[in-house]
């Protein structure tokens, strides 16, 4: 019985390895931080085309072609590094559902946060509430939590990559109003939106997005250079 034991464990061990490992491959590649840096910078880049969407003959059609060419940019760009470099290496791994029932419940509950911070923002915009730049900066710092508790939990550099994006929310949440103001000087926006919290949105995207887009490549870069992709079966 005694000699049996530790082989159960390790074959215990070997399933529970197994199970495991397609969430370790979430971000093996970096797409997945790739992808938030292209959101950040797309969010950044709305008021820098503005101008142009606006005058657009499409009008308010253009600012939905705009999120769709996002999307598209991040769904066929993930799959294009995948085919190019993870699959070969990695192999391509599918997460086990082992709770389906969970799975909607985890969604919901985003989904209810999402309209909870979605419904804040806008009383925010709105101008019904105050301190909008330091909600969106206390926003930054609980992405930055989330991504140290998950990313950060299987790769340790990551979690200094979650300390920068923690750095900037706060900074962002104490700059004056004016000078978040004075980000959309001369953009036309709804007077019923507040200009500060548009240019604290800005400069959020912004560096959410170069943080994310530049630690996502450093871990493509590196996991190209150090995983060969598997050699072919000799018959």
Not at 16 to 38: F, H, Q, S, W
Not at 90 to 100: Q, S, Y
Not at 199 to 207: E, I, P, S, T, V
Request: aromatic letters at 10%; glycine letters at 12%.
């Amino acid at each position: 019985m005694t000699t049996q034991k530790p082989i159960a464990n390790a074959e215990s061990q070997q399933i529970d390895d197994c199970l495991k490992r397609p969430a370790l491959y979430r971000n093996v590649d970096g797409t997945e931080e790739i992808n938030m840096g292209i959101v950040g910078l797309g969010l950044a880049g709305s008021r820098l085309l503005a101008p142009l969407l606006h005058a657009s003959a499409l009008g308010g059609l253009s600012w939905f072609l705009y999120m769709m060419v996002l999307f598209a940019i991040m769904h066929f760009g993930s799959q294009a590094i995948k085919k190019r470099w993870t699959y070969p290496r990695t192999g391509f791994a599918e997460p086990r559902c082992t709770n389906p029932g969970g799975k909607w419940v985890i969604l919901g509950a985003i989904a209810v946060a999402g309209g909870v911070f979605g419904a804040l923002g806008a009383l925010f915009a709105t101008r019904r509430l105050s301190g909008g730049p330091a909600f969106l900066g206390c926003g930054g710092l609980l992405t930055a939590v989330i991504f140290a508790a998950g990313i950060g939990r299987r790769v340790p550099w990551k979690r200094w990559v979650a300390a920068i994006l923690a750095l900037g929310s706060l900074a962002l949440a104490l700059l004056p109003q004016k000078l978040l103001a004075s980000v959309y000087q001369g953009v036309s926006i709804p007077n019923v939106l507040l200009p500060s919290l548009l240019g604290a949105l800005f400069l959020y995207g912004a560096w959410m997005g170069v943080v994310f887009l530049t630690s996502g490549l450093i871990t493509l870069r590196l996991y190209i250079r150090n995983t060969r992709p598997a050699e072919p079966d000799s018959e």
